[in-house]
Every structure is written in C-alpha cells, then in structure tokens.
Nanobody
Framework: VQLQASGGGVVKAGGSLRLSCTVS????????MGWYRQAPGKRRVLVAA???????NYGRSLEGRFTVSRDNAKNTVYLQMNNLKPEDTAVYYC??????????????WGKGTLVTVSS
C-alpha cells in the first residue's frame, strides 16, 4: 500500500490550504483514511480521519477550521484547512488503516508533507 500526499506549503496566518492523499495498493474496502501531524519537538497526533462509511473523527479543537473528506472511487482523502494559525505548522502525514479482513488494524503511512504557517 502506498500513500501519496500533496498540497503542503507555506501560507500566511488566516490563509487556507488543501491537502490530498491518494492511496494505492491492496487496502481493504472498509478502511479509515486521514491525517496526523507532528510539530517540531512534539509527538504525532491525529488531525482528522474518515472511514469508508463516512464517519469522521477530529483532533482536539480542530473541527470547525479543518474538514476531512474523501472520494472512495479515487481512494483519495482530502484535508481542507482554513483560518490557519502558526501553531498549525507541522509535517502532515497521510494515514490509512484496514478496518476488515485478515489485515484488520494494519496501518499505512505516507512520507509527510510540510505545512508552514507564517505570522
């Protein structure tokens, strides 16, 4: 399974970015796809995720500014980030996990894309 992310970059505070991640390979039809982030010196934390059935889960205090969505036909997950703040600066990792089959719970990670928010 490969995860290819795009859309990171530099943006001023208050701006917006949209991340995309396409998952290819043998991932179970029931799955969750989403994003984690890791700021310098901090641990990796959940940003947002969505299951193939449409259920969503957001990291603390991010829902409202961040919106996760996906196109199941394209195996692609998106993260729309609005009203970005300098504290949103981090490497954002695409993540997928099998939610069925013999590989239930198997996690897959992309390489990460850097988002820098300047003040």
């Amino acid at each position: 399974v490969q995860l290819q992310a795009s859309g990171g970059g530099v943006v001023k505070a208050g701006g917006s970015l949209r991340l995309s991640c396409t998952v290819s390979g043998n991932i179970f039809d029931e799955n969750a796809m989403g994003w984690y982030r890791q700021a310098p010196g901090k641990r990796r934390v959940l940003v947002a995720a969505m299951t193939s059935g449409g259920a969503t889960n957001y990291g603390r205090s991010l829902e409202g500014r961040f919106t996760v969505s996906r196109d199941n036909a394209k195996n692609t997950v998106y993260l729309q980030m609005n009203n970005l703040k300098p504290e949103d600066t981090a490497v954002y990792y695409c993540h997928a996990v099998d939610l069925g089959g013999i590989n239930y719970g198997l996690e897959h990670w992309g390489k990460g894309t850097l988002v820098t928010v300047s003040s």
